[in-house]
């Protein structure tokens, strides 16, 4: 019995033992053998289906958020608020009458122009400063003695008469060339060419009818062509042109492009910064954090201007050598402005929902920046807020052979025509938003840093969202 007891125990103490080194020897694992429908992974596609939906209804609702957003800047049809002056400075016949069909033109156009009409605008020079002053989007004049001139070239046979001196249309296609090329100039064209061709037809006829018993007269107003074909002409005169096609970069999607790069650089800064984000302090967080930024966004900044320079855009127009200073502290504030309030965000909500929050950001930007205010539904007057339009204005210097009166008149626009074309702005107000945004990206890197540390604390371990 003894025996017996004794060679089971042996035998349980051996089993035990191959049980042990079974348990403890590594279970191989075996890879890539199963199927998309294996009963293992039930659990598995229950996840993955959950997991592949709920980011598709969020990324769902913001393409229909932001999307919207864009497509309703570009709604708007109506050319009521593209202000548009008719200047006379003519007088006589040519002038009296153009005005008078333009304000009649009023009742019978379903969709005008916003027309004013200023008898105190006196000069040449007072019509191009309504444009270069934004008060106008373009201004019609009539020229002094174009009715006169007419007569004098009819009666003198002057071959030398040039029909383009009747009228001007002054515009600057610098200060928004969509708007100009798409909305204002075709609207002006369509109400000015034909009253031209309308009042030439008139004078040519009540000339020739006067004349009509004198061979000679007849004779020599034959021998002015211009006279006769095309009597009356407008001269369009762009006061600064969008002249730098790779200029459209600096001015449209370049501010993408800055939005882009902060966006990137951004997430290589916090993942650096993380390294020893468990060891620093508030304050040392919060150096770290706002001097690399700003490092970055310098030296990001510097090689943006580096490229528009490289690529012929020119930024010594207005400022000589200074521009290329100017523009470069220019483009480091926007992409502080646009950097540092995502930074904030994604330091409360985490860089989990960081893309849907981007494509916002992005949207809101672009819908109010590119097209004329005026030309959109009134919402999108908050972009006078937003960093895209405020990213870019610079002062302009007072235009020598403009009046006094004129010149003060200038006051503001978007800094990058500014530097690149001559065009106005104003400096205090857009880079005082630019810096604002800026503050407020660092009081919310502070506060939600400050709240991260504390909840830290409380779990001791440092989660970083």
């Not at 596609?45 to 958020?65: A, N, V």
């Not at 109400?191 to 006067?210: D, R």
């Not at 330091?347 to 893309?355: F, M, N």
Request: charged share 10%; aromatic share 12%.
């Amino acid at each position: 019995m003894n025996s017996l007891t004794s060679s089971m125990t042996a035998r349980d103490a051996k089993e035990a033992v191959a049980h042990e080194a079974a348990v403890l020897q590594p279970q191989e694992t075996v890879l890539y053998d199963k199927s998309f429908f294996s009963k293992e992974l039930r659990t598995s596609r229950r996840g993955l289906l959950f997991s592949f939906f709920i980011p598709l209804i969020y990324e769902t609702l913001t393409i229909w958020g932001t999307a919207s957003l864009y497509y309703g800047s570009t709604t708007s049809t109506s050319l009521g608020r593209l202000t548009v002056y008719a200047v006379d400075l003519d007088g006589g016949f040519l002038g009296q009458q153009m005005v008078g069909a333009i304000k009649a033109s009023l009742n019978s156009n379903p969709n005008p122009l916003g027309w004013q009409f200023d008898d105190s605008v006196i000069s040449d020079a007072m019509s191009r400063a309504l444009v270069s002053g934004e008060q106008a989007w373009a201004v019609v004049q009539v020229n002094t003695n174009a009715s006169s001139n007419l007569d004098f070239a009819f009666r003198s046979g002057s071959a030398a008469y040039n029909p383009l001196s009747a009228v001007t249309i002054y515009f600057e296609s610098a200060r928004n060339q969509m708007a100009i090329g798409s909305l204002v100039l075709p609207a002006v064209l369509g109400v000015v060419n034909p009253l031209l061709a309308e009042f030439g037809a008139i004078h040519t006829g009540a000339f020739l009818g006067a004349v009509a018993g004198n061979a000679t007269a007849v004779e020599t107003a034959l021998r002015c062509p211009g006279c006769l074909v095309s009597p009356y002409a407008a001269q369009q005169v762009d006061i600064h042109p969008f002249d730098v096609s790779t200029a459209a970069g600096s001015v449209t999607v370049g501010l993408v492009f800055l939005l882009t790069f902060t966006f990137s650089i951004f997430q290589i800064l916090r993942a650096n910064g993380e390294l020893i984000g468990a060891d620093l302090n508030l304050s040392s967080t919060i150096c770290f954090r706002f001097v690399s930024s700003i490092a970055a966004y310098l030296l990001l900044s510097l090689s943006y201007t580096l490229i528009n320079l490289a690529f012929g855009v020119p930024l010594n127009r207005v400022f000589g050598r200074s521009g290329f200073v100017v523009y470069w502290m220019l483009n480091a504030c926007t992409m502080g402005a646009l950097g540092l309030p995502m930074e904030s965000l994604f330091t409360l909500i985490g860089l989990r929902w960081a893309g849907y929050f981007f494509s916002f950001w992005v949207i809101v930007n672009i819908s109010s920046s590119f097209a004329a205010f005026e030309s959109m539904p009134t919402f999108f007057e908050y972009g006078y807020g937003i960093p895209f339009f405020n990213s870019v204005s610079i002062p302009t210097p007072s235009i020598p052979e403009l009046p006094e009166s004129a010149t003060e008149m200038l006051q503001q626009i978007q800094g990058a025509r500014t530097i690149i074309f001559g065009t106005k702005n104003h400096l205090g107000r857009n880079f005082g938003i630019l810096i604002a945004w800026m503050v407020l990206g660092l009081i919310g890197i502070v506060l939600f840093t400050a709240l991260g540390m504390r909840e830290n604390r409380k779990r001791h371990a440092h989660i970083v969202r």
